[in-house]
């Protein structure tokens, strides 16, 4: 049987090789006589199932060496407290909102230093994204936050700021918890990147954090131990136990993802050439119908989340019950947007999206 | 093949009968079509298996209904500062010392509170817990903390102290990381109750906190929203996205628990009297043996963390590597203690303990 093509937001679809690996796996690692779940985080068994996913990650977003990779806990919302306990000193900091996760940094952050908005799109509806050129950044900020995806609005900046480039000497703090893997990352452009595993990395409870070394060692004194980032990457994502199968399974991910390729492309190279043929199937398809409408300026389109809507949405309801018996799950959209959302991570296969496609212009001639 | 026993602290053996069900719903929970670990958190399927969980796990430990269970992120030393933040209010907490983790708990509560040291047996070396009569309990404390049970040093408070008996109106906070589901819990005598899952839970990565409800709704203005208790208990613990598959892995854990018997006895009881064996039969061999030593005073022992040395340290790689041959893992003793350790958590059945003694009373044999 034909496994259905899941377009949940996150957690979501992962690679069906890396579940059927996990499976096989589950009584006995390697041969190790335990789960990966059963292994006490400091035997040479996790430790070489950590490193090595470590390695795979910088390898595969070439993370630079005077960045650390951290595996943390507690998600995005928990990174909205966590960057400003380790970054802000107290300090003023500056937000770009777009969308409903920097607007949840944005508030958050007020419990811990002096945050300033430099740029919203609200007024826009989030639908398109504030130019760099008109952000009013601050002189004296500690930090500029972003979110370089925004998972429920579906607009992704598609070009990173340079911020020294718009007069600000601050670094760039972005939270890419929804785009992460689907594409390439200027790390000269970055001080610190966030992102909960739940979407392109793997199964939710693990953070990723990937920061540059002079960031690390700043802390305020009431930044709890666990979330302190030189602590953590001091005792290499071990201060406290980390969730080793979340970070096995994203291990096993990272693998999947190395061995991928589209012509001489390889790894998140060949990713974002899929990842760009997916969302311009979809998006085209959307926009050249009249019975299906995306909102988002065209420049400012996620190639991961796609909110649609039904012109007409009464039909809401026959749309996803339609949608499930033809095998496309979890289409329906974020609470607070409303309609429907196509989430196109890294585990989702361009014939997916055909099938999606093919059930949505489907539906619509039913109706006509 | 005989799967080998696992006596690793944690993360530790889980169920054989739950890790073969996760291998076989891996691809396809319940013929939704979806991974546990692809679902949305907000849809139907995981809400089902996050509400059995919750009910299940109240059931076996009786947990009352003015007391709230909240799956959370971030293990006992996130807990550390979670627990001050929530219930600190900045002023004066007693903290009972008595081994590692209540030390690390006393260390990190400076950064939010003023913990005053009503006890400690660092005198005696953390093997003989201070009598809860000599415990000098502050007028004014917001809360008492407790490790419960010590993972490291192995020692084991096996009855909670009434705090009204001796004086104190303030609430008890045990960190029952290490025993939680192994015993049955006097609820009357606690206000919160925490612990990480990976001893006798389902995988690390998973937080338990089980909290009184007149207790939420008091953190501190610097606590982040993902650690606020009446936040997580509001949101069902879906503030933020929870580690969904891990609490599904718990969940089978609670299933498993529940099936359990010995006699007339079902469920925590069963295996309360499960542990006792263990124990027994277990600290029964130490004692009576010149060659092996365990150094916590009697009415102290842990049912669960049994610390014991060779009195010859030299054969410590030996006894290791011999165990290892037969099919007894990870027994090494934790670092800051040194010798060895087995856990007799809950997965470990009786054959298990009876195995390792016997390879023990060879090993004894074999050098003498």
Redesign the interface.
Known sequence: MQ??Y?F???????P?EV??Q???E???WHGS???V?????R?KEFMSIIETAEADLRELLAVPPNFRILFM??????E???VP?NLSRGGVVDFVVTGSWSQKSFK?AR??CDPHLAASNEADCHTRLPAPGSWQLSPDAQYVHLCSNETIHGVELHELPDLKALGSNAPLVIDFSSHVASRTVDWRRVGLAFG?A?KNL?????TLVVVREDLLGHAL???????DYKTVADNGSM????????IY?AGLTFQWLKRQSEGNLRGIAAMEHRNMAKAELLYGFIDQSSFYVNKVATDCRSRMNVPFFLRDESRNEAFLAGAKAA?L??LKGHKSVGGMRASLYNAMPLEGVQALVAYMRDFEQKLA
Chains 1, 2 share one sequence.
Do not use: W
Request: hydrophobic content about 40%.
């Open positions: 496994r259905p899941n949940s937001a996150g957690p979501a679809a992962m069906v579940l059927q996990a499976a096989a589950m009584l006995d006589g335990m789960s779940m059963e292994m006490s985080h035997g806990q507690g998600g995005g919302l928990g909205n407290a966590i306990l958050e419990k811990f909960g739940q793997g199964p939710a409870g693990v004194s009431i930044c709890p131990s666990a979330f201060y406290n136990t980390p969730p080793t199968y979340g399974m095998g799950l979890q």
